[in-house]
């Protein structure tokens, strides 16, 4: 089960999660730019900015280093071994991402995350 949920983890963020917060940050580098040009404050632009692009890096690095370790688990024979790999590699590199990702879904606009915050499934249903 947990070899599913790793691939789903390492989709959802490379497909969906992580070009949305790209695409976040991008607008806010836009309005950053913006707001300077026509001489006003823009720390709180440039405070989202700096903060999602540091959890964006953050985010990419874990991403590639769950993907390294579900591939090495995977091609790994099934049996002990492999589960107690699981269990001390990919589960803890699932954590590492899931860490990032939870911190962005608070601060993105929601117009950018491409599925229902915890909030929307709490209260919009």
Not at 45 to 69: F, G, I, N, P
Request: no cysteine; hydrophobic share 45%; net charge negative.
């Amino acid at each position: 089960a947990m070899k599913i949920e790793a691939r789903s983890l390492i989709d959802m963020a490379g497909i969906s999660l992580i070009p949305a917060v790209v695409r976040y940050t991008k607008s806010l580098a836009d309005t950053v730019n913006a707001v300077s040009a026509a001489g006003s404050d823009f720390s709180v632009a440039k405070e989202l900015l700096d903060e999602s692009s540091a959890l964006l890096s953050d985010a990419k690095t874990a991403l590639s280093k769950l993907t390294d370790v579900t591939v090495k688990g995977a091609s790994m024979e099934e049996g002990k071994e492999q589960a107690t790999y699981y269990r001390d590699y990919v589960k803890a590199a699932m954590d590492d991402l899931r860490a990032p990702i939870d911190e962005l879904e608070m601060i993105v606009d929601k117009e950018f995350w491409p599925m229902p915050s915890y909030g929307d499934l709490i209260f919009e249903v």
